[in-house]
């Protein structure tokens, strides 16, 4: 994961530089960025040094300033699209000014409003600078637009004052950066395989059938046991979506591809949620030759295709097996059904027809059966936040299994 880390021009800036180690450790990817004023507390040389990549000091570089480098300038700006959260530490006065005011007239001002990621600060500054009105109407104004704010410390400040406005500890800071990226150790060690998309399943050589799964459930799934720390094999079906840096791919089409993958892959896993939407069905023969149009009807004979997580709960031995199940009506019902007859741990149902539930969307509303348990059900959130809730729920099984 990629973040930006701007430093501002403080006392604190050189602390900057220890932050960048620790951001490193997560795993994480820094672009620094820094204001003039930061400049004149310690040298993009450091940031250069520890990140490895150029240290962003201007919006119009005079390297940028020739026409042959417009495509650098753009490609400064298209940081805003490429990183996952904006962490500005220290954060001085002028800068939470800016940020509240809109303002755009340097690098990360203007990289403050053009991203879409989250946002975190941590200001340091003069205690009277701190508990000024402006300061704390700014914070307030940039709270309620959901930046979060990591509050300073107390104690001797640089001025010789004593009070609040000394920048947050670097642990303080790297653990709301974790907790605002869902980045958590509670998966550290544990192998966790999902399914994902959907299964194509061939009439001849130009058809199949298929149904309308994304992919988006499973790969939110992947992204969120690898932020919690789990190595994770991800067995996809056909998706457009970009594949998780760092897991364990494995492409497949067919039902049956699906479940040699999950046969030859489960025994590595301690945790397994099956996301992808199989086939249920499939066609009884597979014609060599593009099937032609004749007057009559066409009857297609189809034959049941493997059910893989049932397989897999006949055999889940100390695994927790999760599947999902989607439905259009009865939904508790069929839930608690397939929960008994798949042996499964838990189902995360969805009622397919409730707008931003279901199929190709970035949204989901589940309801969570558990055996003997009564069951859970979620709002509709973003698919990345319901995979998190149901990691939270599968470790929570295997604890009360011990
Ligand atoms: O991919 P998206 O666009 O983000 O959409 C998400 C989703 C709607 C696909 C997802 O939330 C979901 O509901 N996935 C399960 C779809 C499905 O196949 O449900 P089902 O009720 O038909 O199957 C029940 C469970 O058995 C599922 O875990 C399924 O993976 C599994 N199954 C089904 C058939 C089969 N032959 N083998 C299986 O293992």
Same mark, same amino acid.
């Given at each position: ?5 701007g430093v ?167 653990l709301k ?36 799964s994304s ?46 993958? !999950?046969?030859?892959? +489960? /025994? &590595?896993? =301690?945790? %397994?949620?099956?996301? #992808?939407?199989?086939?249920?069905? $499939?066609?009884? @023969? ?34 927790? !097996?999760?599947?999902? +199940? /989607? &439905?259009? =009506?009865? %939904?508790?019902?069929? #839930?608690?059904?397939?929960?008994? $007859?798949?042996? @499964? ?42 995979? =998190?809730?149901?990691?939270?729920? #599968? ?8």
């Amino acid at each position: 994961m990629k973040i930006a880390l701007g430093v501002t021009g403080g006392v604190a800036a050189y602390k900057a530089a220890e932050l960048v180690r620790r951001l490193q450790q997560e795993k994480l990817d820094v672009q620094a960025v820094m204001t003039r004023a930061a400049q004149e507390f310690i040298t993009p040389l450091t940031f250069a040094a520890l990140t490895g990549q150029k240290v962003i000091t201007e919006i119009f570089s005079a390297e940028n300033a020739a026409p042959a480098n417009v495509e650098s300038a753009i490609e400064h700006i298209a940081v805003a699209q490429r990183i996952d959260l904006l962490l500005v530490a220290p954060a001085t006065a002028d800068s939470l000014a800016k940020f509240a005011q809109g303002l755009a007239g340097d690098f990360l001002s203007t990289l403050y409003l053009a991203t879409k990621a989250p946002v975190v600060v941590a200001p340091a500054m003069n205690v009277n600078m701190w508990e000024h009105a402006a300061t704390q109407e700014n914070l307030a104004t940039l709270r309620a637009r959901g930046v979060h704010v990591v509050a300073p410390d107390e104690g001797y400040l640089a001025c010789g004052m004593v009070g609040a406005g000394r920048l947050a500890s670097t642990d303080a800071i790297v653990l709301k950066v974790r907790d605002v990226l869902g980045l958590r150790h509670d998966l550290d060690g544990q192998t966790v395989l999902i399914t994902a998309g959907p299964t194509c399943e061939d009439i001849d050589p130009v058809r199949f059938l298929t149904n309308r799964s994304s992919g988006k459930m499973g790969y939110a799934l992947a992204e969120a046991a690898q932020r919690r720390g789990a190595r994770v094999i991800l067995v996809s079906g056909p998706t457009d979506l970009k594949i998780p840096e760092g897991a364990d791919w494995v492409p497949v089409r067919t039902t049956e591809q699906m479940h040699q993958a !999950v046969r030859e892959r +489960a /025994a &590595e896993a =301690n945790i %397994v949620v099956m996301a #992808a939407a199989v086939s249920d069905y $499939r066609p009884a @023969a597979t014609h060599e030759q593009k099937m032609k149009r004749d007057d009559g009807g066409l009857t297609l004979t189809l034959e049941p295709t493997p059910d893989i997580l049932a397989e897999l709960g006949r055999e889940k031995g100390q695994r927790v !097996v999760v599947g999902f +199940a /989607a &439905e259009t =009506n009865n %939904v508790a019902e069929n #839930a608690r059904g397939k929960l008994a $007859r798949k042996s @499964a741990d838990m189902i995360v149902a969805n009622d397919v027809t409730q707008e931003g539930a279901g199929f190709d969307t970035d949204t989901n509303i589940v309801t969570m059966y558990l055996p003997d348990a009564p069951e859970i059900s979620l709002p509709k959130m973003n698919k990345f936040d319901v995979a =998190n809730r149901i990691f939270d729920q #599968a470790l929570s099984i295997r604890k009360n299994s011990k």
